[in-house]
């Protein structure tokens, strides 16, 4: 039997979190500014591991945002924040590799994925 909502906002304790109370955390930079909050995760099947946050910043009234994929291995949470922490500067955010908003996005293209882990220096979720 799986577990209610109830039951999982009760048991989000320690090492594990619901991925729908990840979504909207927000992000921190090294200096403690807010950077934006987390959209999304995306899950390598296969493995199990979130291979990605999908990290939101920018706009105005939720308009013009920017979105930016972060490999999972540059976000620390810090429980003094109650959000992620990654030791990049908004303007080095602004200039990491993007990815399209398209439906037809090849998330599993390996290039991307490889410039993209390269940019933050964070191995691949996939070694």
Not at 31 to 54: H, T
Not at 106 to 111: A, G, K, L, Y
Request: glycine content about 12%; overall charge negative.
């Amino acid at each position: 039997m799986s577990p209610n909502k109830e039951e999982l906002a009760a048991s989000e304790v320690g090492r594990l979190i619901a991925a729908d109370k990840v979504q909207g955390t927000e992000v921190y930079g090294r200096g403690g500014e807010s950077l934006g909050k987390i959209e999304n995760v995306m899950i390598d099947k296969p493995s199990g591991k979130v291979a990605y946050a999908v990290m939101s910043f920018g706009g105005i009234l939720g308009m013009g945002k920017d979105r930016h994929a972060l490999p999972w291995g540059v976000l620390t949470y810090d429980p003094s924040l109650g959000g992620y922490v990654m030791n990049i500067d908004r303007e080095r955010l602004e200039g990491a590799p993007a990815y399209s908003d398209s439906p037809d996005f090849n998330w599993e293209d390996n290039d991307w994925g490889r410039r993209l882990h390269e940019y933050y220096d964070v191995p691949p979720t996939w070694r």
